[in-house]
């Protein structure tokens, strides 16, 4: 669904981006992690077109997205969903007028974008709350409108910029879930940018990791976490339990501050 080729951007002095190779398939969720730096979001913005590469090919569903011009580009767009780690979401304007917005900007009628605004609510699970304001929805709940304002133009692709970042843990399972529901159901192919670890485990079934601008690991998650070589496996495979004595002893120096002070999970 996705290959990108020997994909380069370049800020003046610069390389973010320094020879990106890539295949994602349709109707899979794959993930790209790296650090602070790694060319994550320049990624996401040569992906969704907001930034033209210095050099190499994007494909989406067999189109070059590089080689189009301005207003094929506008039209290719469409066919990508975008979910931030803030949705954006018009304060004045009830959940269903949000999610039905980008219908109306296109020239669809009234009645059928709000038609098909509400049952994507129904699909990211809130239906009854189509006329709440942004202002009266949990964090978890503007996520759900913001995945469902993603899908209302029916793109081939969604694409997360660390979705769960601003979430507690609870919600990231329940969004993640949902993610999951919507790639079953729908079929679109989804790409999460992400520095969790948590979320990779969770949901993805191919992870790439990224560092200066380059690919230094990829392919399907359970080959990566299979193979003790990669660095990867090191940050997915949950590190065994603590010997009894040493839990023990945790337990007790711990026991007034909760949490996870090995950073064993
Ligand atoms: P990440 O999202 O993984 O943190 P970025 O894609 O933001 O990484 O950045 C990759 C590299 O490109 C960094 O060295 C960053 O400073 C540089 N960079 C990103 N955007 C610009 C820009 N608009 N102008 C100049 N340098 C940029």
């Known amino acids: 669904m996705i290959t990108l080729r020997d994909l380069r951007k370049e800020y003046g ?4 981006l320094d020879g990106v190779s890539l295949h994602i398939e349709r109707a899979t969720i794959h993930g790209i992690v790296g650090e602070s730096g790694a060319g994550k979001s320049t990624l996401v913005r040569c992906l969704t077109g907001l930034e033209r590469p210095t050099s190499g090919a994007i494909e989406l569903a067999g189109q070059d997205l590089a080689a189009l011009g301005e207003t094929a580009l506008r039209t290719a767009r469409r066919r990508i969903g975008m979910v931030f780690q803030h949705v954006h979401l018009f304060d004045s304007r009830t959940a269903l007028q949000n ?7 296109v020239g669809v009628p009234k009645a059928e974008a709000l038609q098909r605004a509400q049952a994507l609510l129904d699909l990211v699970g809130i239906g009854e709350r189509g006329d709440a304001y942004p202002s009266q929805l949990s964090g978890g709940q ?8 993603a899908l209302v133009a029916e793109p081939d692709v969604l694409l997360l ?7 507690d843990a609870t919600t990231t399972g329940a969004i993640l ?6 790639r079953d ?8 940018i992400t520095h969790e ?34 660095r990867l496996s090191l940050a997915l495979v949950p590190l065994p339990p603590l010997p009894p004595t040493t839990q ?3 337990d007790v120096s711990f026991t007034s501050s909760p949490g996870n002070p090995t950073g064993a999970r």
């Open 177 to 182: 879930t949902l993610v999951r529901d919507i």
């Open 185 to 192: 159901r729908l079929g679109v192919t989804v790409v999460i």
């Open 248 to 250: 023990a002893a945790l």
């Open 99 to 105: 999610i039905a917005y980008p219908l109306r900007v």
């Open 161 to 167: 910029d660390e979705p769960t970042s601003a979430l």
């Open 197 to 230: 670890m948590e979320v990779v485990r969770a949901v993805c079934d191919g992870v790439t990791l990224l560092e200066h601008g380059r690919i230094v690991e990829s392919g399907r998650v359970r080959d990566v976490v299979a193979d003790p070589r990669t």
């Open 142 to 149: 503007r996520q759900r409108v913001g995945i469902a304002r």
């Open 13 to 16: 002095t610069v390389t973010a």
